[in-house]
Structure formats: structure tokens, C-alpha cells
């Protein structure tokens, strides 16, 4: 077992990390102005404006099935260089098709873009470059090979062809699949495709490449023991792969092309799963890792070979939210991480081959202009990556350069747009910028209205906020109605737990987005107003739009009405109800049931326990978000009953019926991920019947068991023709997440 010490005391911190081991950040310019964050760095030949790089985030479904660039996609990168970004990274482009089967889709199409399959794709790359360099950006492509064993199984069926690897490992979808061990002559025609890839993106203007060698992608299973366990041939040799690889590039590209390189200083499975990685068919065959001093001796060789920078972070799929870290995770989270790569490239004295230092770039939730700053002050990196951030707000950097820190759009950690929703098989967005990857068809000005309305919105959730700037800024009168004494809606019990500070710093934004709004005479907010058809029939509105939100639903179950019974809401509302309770039992395994689990175990210390109906806890929840939560749920000791219904609550117990078979699946398995529900695994173990009823201890019950639309006053008000034009947006509509409120509210409210 890899035992690095500092991966074991992060892996550990990253639990309770709000109990003093990290800071807490909000967007504050205590450090304005931010004379580090906004110098030069030169990187090879090339001198970058300032040291805000955009991270890579797959920009899948962006171009044509062709591969090649389209508007859409160069609109989305553009938008980030008008923004002020120094260095822009694409996604993932492989050069591995024919090689690796998953990258590619049904009839030689593709879902990531490409610069490999005809001279077609290359105007693309031509116009992305001329536009971005237009607004005094860099940008670098990143080059995959490809996918291996973290790719879609589906080429099984499509193809029928296995997945493939370095060495036979298990794919991460549907561990029953094998793939295919890679032939050496494979692996050298990948290493000729990196440098055919490059040479082409150097004569398309592309400023640099961008190894994506992390996170168990193929490059990393060829070079990682934990993967490679090869024992004849060069590729035995895990160090092999990525220096031929830049070397190649060297060679097709000359000195003077930046080479960049994305690695994992550890997969850090070994500190994440301990003794129990032996325990696990699907990890044991990856518990010799590299250590973190087989890492560092790897970045020496690969810098003699050509690389000019590098960022660092942690993890693989197996703990997807280590590189993915997602909202409940502290901010910085990696700076000690690239700290411990400066330290060491300073006191081996390493250069690159242009004679400079190595820069290294700090990842990890690292949007807060204060955070940014001091990282580069204390020299924890060189340079800052952003990707979710500018996902946020593209204007992240002009913003921060200016002094306006407040009017920073902050991302929420939440994956719904980012990841989640090319997943499911949209492409990349954001929750709270609606505009995000749609610059293409939503121009930043928005259109004026030909007819100014006298507009009523009804509640002062995200959904109600936004439709009121979209309203405002189009020229409409606009009335914000609340019946509660603040605006925020759900996201005021939401951001209580310490683990949703990127809620909370959320929150604070709309309402000084509100506070401004204020300023304008078309603006009016009614707080403590109870809305109803009678009332507003009396304004003479000409448009009233409902977003009044959902609540817990109610459940059929006998007790149900003990006043030991409260919901999550009624929980994070009033944390003094638990002053005297120990025993705290959740209906409910969602999100809402386990992030409350989370913050009545870790914050306030009680003994927690989780009744679930589903197989599986968190399902419709992003991997990384759901991995960490329910990681950490169980190093906490709260105990999880999945497959178990409720039968009666009493004064001080929950009796339940539980499915107790061996079949029955691990609720706290986060080495695998839950697939979409369109995805049918014909692999899957079929689960059989043993039921047996269980007592528990229950001094509260907690009802998390989903939400409804809180829609009577839509209904009310059509039926009564309170207005000309009636709109049910956001939760009201359909109960979902600040995503779905936020899309729906700004194209609703920008055709009005």
C-alpha cells in the first residue's frame, strides 16, 4: 500500500476541513488591487497577459459530430477571452481514434471535437484561434489519448470491441467488462498521433499544447503502475509513454512550442479507501499507485523531455471528487499540492529546455479574487486555474481587475450544468449563467421590449431574481412580491450547513444584485406580502409570472403527524430544535437527506441514520458531488438503509422494513457511478428479497423525501383571469435545482 502521509492527512481534512483547516471564502478585494494576479509570466516563447488560466472542462456535444469546431463553440471560448483570461485550455481532443473505440460514436461520428480527421476540421480551429487572440487571450489544445478504461462500454454493443487499457483492468461504468490490453505497436502509433495533432494545432495558430496525462484518463493508465503492470516491452516501463510523447511533439514541433502538462501527484486511492482498497475487486488491482516521490521524478523527466508547465491536482474516477471538487469541498483545496511541486523543482534546481522556471499552476475551487492572489503572495504557484468559475462568469477577470469582486457571478459547486448535464447527454452549461455555451444564440445586450409591461413576480427565489434582472434590463416595470421578511426562497435554509458556503456566497450575491435593482424606478420589492388573485387583480398587472417555489412532500406513513416529526427545511431553519436530541432518523436519501445527514453528524454531532426506498442514496446526484458526501457520510459512522420502506413512527422509534440480502447494494459504494436512468446495465447483479423489520432510535424524524410544486397560486390565478398573461417558472413549475430555475427564468423572461 502507498502510505504518503500528506495524502492521508488531506484525504482526512477533507471531511470536517471546515473546523478550522480551510478557510471559508467569500468574494471580498481585501487584496485589490491584484498586482500578482494580473502580471505576465512567460512560458517558453510565449509571454501570457496575466496568470489566469481557463481550465479544461469537456466541451462534448459543443462542436459538429464531425469534429469539427462550430459556432457554438467558438462563441464559448471567445466569450471567456472577452472576459479577460490570460490562457484558455480546450477539453479533451483524442488523438486516439481507431486505437481507443469509446471516443467514438455510432457512423466515425464524434462527440468531442477533433483535429485529426480531415483538412474539414481545420477552418475551425483557424476562426477559434483569430477570435480569441483578438481579445488578447492565449489559448492551448489539450490532447487526450483517449479514454481507456473510464470510457463508454458501449462500444461493446456498437462496435464490438472492448474498451482498451494499458493492462487488463476493469472498465469504470460496468467493472464486468475487461479491456483489452494495448499492443505496443498501438501505443506507438499514439505517440506518432500526439505529434501529428500538435504540428497540426501549431499551423492553426494554437499557442501551446496540453497533455491530459490525470485522473485515469488512457495517458495516465500508461503511465501509472496502478495501471500499467505490463512486464515486457518499452511500455512496461511506465515513465515511457509520456516522455516519447513529448518528445514527439518536440520533434514535430520544435523548441519553441509550450508544452503543458495536466498530472495527479497521487490517484490517491490508498488514503481515500485504506485497508479496504484490498477488500474491493474492482481497486485492488490499483493500490500500487505512484507515490508521490515517483510523481516528482516522473515531472523531472518529462521537463528534460520538453514540458514547459504544469498543473497538479489529486484523484481519479474511483474518488471522482477529488479532481472534480464539488461544492461540500473547501476552496484551495490543491495549493499545498502544488506547493510541494514548486518546492521540489526549486531545490533540484529544474529548468525547462528554454532555460526558465517550470511554472506551476494551482487548481482546485480557487475563484475568489482574495484566494487567487494571496496563493500567488505565499508562492503556493505560479499561475491560477479557473474552470467552473468562468463557466460562472465569464467576466471573472475584467471584474477582478477593476475592483467589482461583487458583481462576480460565484459558482455554486453544484456539476449540474458543467458535467452532469453532458453526462445525461446535453453539453456543458452552468447553473447560475444561463448564457453559458448558448453565446452562440443569446447575445450579452438583451433585446429591449417593443411593449413595456407593468409585471408581477411572485416569490424571491433564484427563479423570481433572475426573471426580475432579465425583466428590469429589457425595460419592463416589475413588481417582486415575498411573503416572507427576505428574499432567497429555499436557498436561505439551503446554505446553512458550513459545506454549502458556495450557496450561502450565492445567495449573498442576488441579494446585492436585489440591492441594486432597488436603484432603478421601475423596481419595487414587496417583502411580507402575501400574494393572492384578489390583490393582484386590483394592481392591473399585465403579466404575472409565479415562482413560488415547492416544499417537502407529505408522506402516507402511520405517526407521521408526531411532533417529533419535522422536515429539512423546518431542520436547517431552527438547528435549536436539536439542542436535546441524540438520535436524528432522515426519510429520505437524496440530496436534501444526505446533506443534512452531513451537517447533523459533522456540525452538530448527532447520531444519524438514513432510510432510503431506492437501491442507492443520492441517485440523480453528479458522481464527484454524491461521492464526497456519502465518502464522508460513512467515515462519520451514519448508517444508511437502502431498499427499506417505513411502517410506523412513534414517540421516540421508526420501525422500517428493510431488504437485508446479500444482493442488496453497498450504499456507500462511490468507486462506481450510478448510471443515467436511460442506460440499462444487462451486468448488473439482480437483487433478491430478505426482509427484515428494525427498531431505530428516533428523538426527531426528518422528512427528505423529495419536494412538490408549490403551484395553487398559478392555478388560482389562470382560473380567475387575474392577468392578461400568467407564467408558472422554476420550482413551481417543477421541483429541480438552481439550474433548471435559473435556465427557465432567463428564457422565459427575455421573450416577454
Known sequence: MVTDKILFDLENDFGNWFEGKFLTPKMTKNLYPYKNLFSPIKVNNLTIKNRIVMGPMGNINLAEETGRPNQKMISYFIERAKGGVGLITTGLIPVSYGIDPTVKEVGNLSYFPRIDRSRTVFSGWRELTAGVHAHGANIFIQLTAGLGRVGNPQCLVTQFKLPVSASCNPNFYMPKIPCKRLSTGKIKKLVKNFGQASADAKAMNLDGVYLHGHEGYLMEQLTNPAYNRRK??????????????????????????????????????????????????????????????????????????????????????????????????????????????????????????????????????????????????????????????????????????????????????????????????????????????????????????????????????????????????????????????????????????????????????????????????????????????SWLKTQKYDCIICATGSNIGKLNIPGIEQKNVITVTDALNNPNIFKNAKNIVILGGGDSGCETAYWLSYELKKNVTIVEIAPTLMTNTCTANRGHILHYLEKANVTAHNLSTIEFIGINTVRITKNCHKTVPNPYNTWEPVLPENIKNPLATKIHEKIKKIELPADIVILAAGTKPSNELYFELVEKHTAPEIYNIGDSFKPGKVFTAIKYAYRKSKEI
Open 232 to 533: 515486457l516491452g518499452r511500455y512496461s516501463d511506465w515513465q515511457a509513454f509520456g516522455i516519447d510523447v513529448v518528445k514527439e511533439i518536440r520533434k514535430r514541433t520544435g523548441p519553441k512550442f509550450p508544452i503543458m502538462y495536466r498530472i495527479d501527484l497521487s490517484l490517491a486511492l490508498n488514503a481515500t479507501y485504506g485497508k479496504k482498497i484490498d477488500e474491493i475487486s474492482t481497486l485492488k488491482k490499483f493500490k500500487y499507485e505512484r507515490t508521490i516521490e515517483q510523481t516528482l521524478e516522473y515531472m523531472a523527466n518529462l521537463v528534460k523531455a520538453g514540458v514547459d508547465m504544469f498543473d497538479v491536482d489529486l484523484g481519479c474516477y474511483d474518488n471522482w471528487w477529488l479532481p472534480h471538487p464539488p461544492a461540500s469541498m473547501p476552496s484551495g483545496c490543491y495549493l499545498q499540492i502544488a506547493k510541494i511541486v514548486k518546492d521540489y523543482f526549486k531545490e533540484q534546481k529544474i529548468l525547462s529546455n528554454a532555460g526558465l522556471p517550470v511554472p506551476i499552476v494551482g487548481v482546485g475551487k480557487l475563484g475568489y479574487p482574495d484566494l487567487a492572489e494571496q496563493a500567488l503572495r505565499d508562492d503556493m504557484c505560479d499561475m491560477i486555474m479557473l474552470a467552473r468559475p468562468l463557466l460562472a462568469d465569464a467576466e471573472w477577470p475584467n471584474k477582478a481587475y477593476r475592483g467589482d469582486v461583487q458583481d462576480i457571478s460565484p459558482c455554486i459547486g453544484c456539476h449540474e450544468g458543467c458535467i452532469k448535464e453532458f453526462v445525461e447527454g446535453g453539453h456543458p452549461q452552468c447553473a447560475v449563467n444561463p448564457r453559458t455555451a448558448f453565446e452562440d444564440i443569446f447575445e450579452k445586450d438583451l433585446p429591449v421590449a417593443s411593449v413595456k409591461k407593468k409585471i408581477a413576480v411572485i416569490g424571491a427565489g433564484p427563479a423570481g431574481i433572475i426573471a426580475c434582472q432579465t425583466l428590469i434590463e429589457r425595460g419592463h416595470k416589475v413588481d417582486l412580491i415575498e411573503k416572507n421578511d427576505q428574499i432567497g426562497g429555499n436557498l436561505i435554509p439551503a446554505s446553512v450547513p458550513k459545506i454549502k458556503y458556495e450557496l450561502s456566497n450565492y445567495l449573498q450575491y442576488l441579494r446585492y444584485k436585489v440591492e441594486k435593482l432597488k436603484a432603478n424606478q421601475n423596481f419595487k420589492l414587496l417583502l411580507n406580502k402575501e400574494a393572492n388573485s
